[in-house]
T-cell receptor
């Protein structure tokens, strides 16, 4: 596709419900990142995939958060038993992840705004 | 641990005036530095990136940033603000250039006619 897409764009969940957020990266991009952006804050790293391997999940705030990328393309971020503090915009980014030649650009999707009531 | 600090949560300028958004970094190794812009209800778009090839980096939309190691700074400037520049701007640092980004808290740029 032309860019990173995310769905749904908006999600309202009642406290305690499970949610699943989808990210479609740019075709051919090896690396995929999830970030959480609370209101008025900068994005904060959640987790990172290289192809289907989850290489870094140090930013996941609790074991209620789970991410997967089973075929190395589409990724899903799942939040179980949502809490009010989970309300935020969840951003997905992808990149080519070329190791040599300098930093690679992360291309961001529009985000999913999650509101937990 | 790497981090960036953005001074000023809001910056207001008049159209045509100089834009200066401040970013200071903390890093134990030479960092990769980035500036991103975020328009309402949109994702982040890369403005420019520091790769150590040159200390003065030119980006899109007339923005540029200068890496100053002695001041641990990477401030973003634009000689003449345009109304369309009104947005949220984020400075970010990465240890290796292809791993996770650590963002500052952002600076909202307001441009008045």
């Amino acid at each position: 596709g032309a860019g990173v897409s995310q769905s749904p764009r908006y999600k309202v969940a009642k406290r305690g419900q499970d949610v699943a957020l989808r990210c479609d990266p740019i075709s051919g991009h090896v690396s995929l990142f999830w970030y959480q952006q609370a209101l008025g804050q900068g994005p904060e790293f959640l987790t990172y995939f290289q192809n289907e391997a989850q290489l870094d999940k140090s930013g996941l705030p609790s074991d209620r958060f789970f991410a997967e990328r089973p075929e190395g393309s589409v990724s899903t971020l799942k939040i179980q038993r949502t809490q009010q503090e989970d309300s935020a915009v969840y951003l997905c980014a992808s990149s080519l992840a070329v190791v040599t030649g300098g930093p690679t650009e992360q291309y961001f999707g529009p985000g999913t705004r999650l509101t937990v009531t | 641990a790497q981090s960036v600090t953005q001074l000023g949560s809001h910056v207001s300028v008049s159209e045509g005036a100089l834009v200066l958004l401040r970013c200071n970094y903390s890093s134990s190794v030479p960092p990769y530095l980035f500036w991103y812009v975020q328009y309402p209800n949109q994702g982040l778009q890369l403005l420019l990136k520091y790769t150590s090839a040159a200390t003065l980096v030119k980006g899109i939309n007339g923005f540029e940033a200068e890496f100053k190691k002695s001041e641990t700074s990477f401030h973003l400037t634009k000689p003449s603000a345009h109304m369309s520049d009104a947005a949220e701007y984020f400075c970010a640092v990465s240890k290796t250039g292809f791993q996770k980004l650590v963002f500052g808290t952002g600076t909202r740029l307001l441009v008045s006619p």
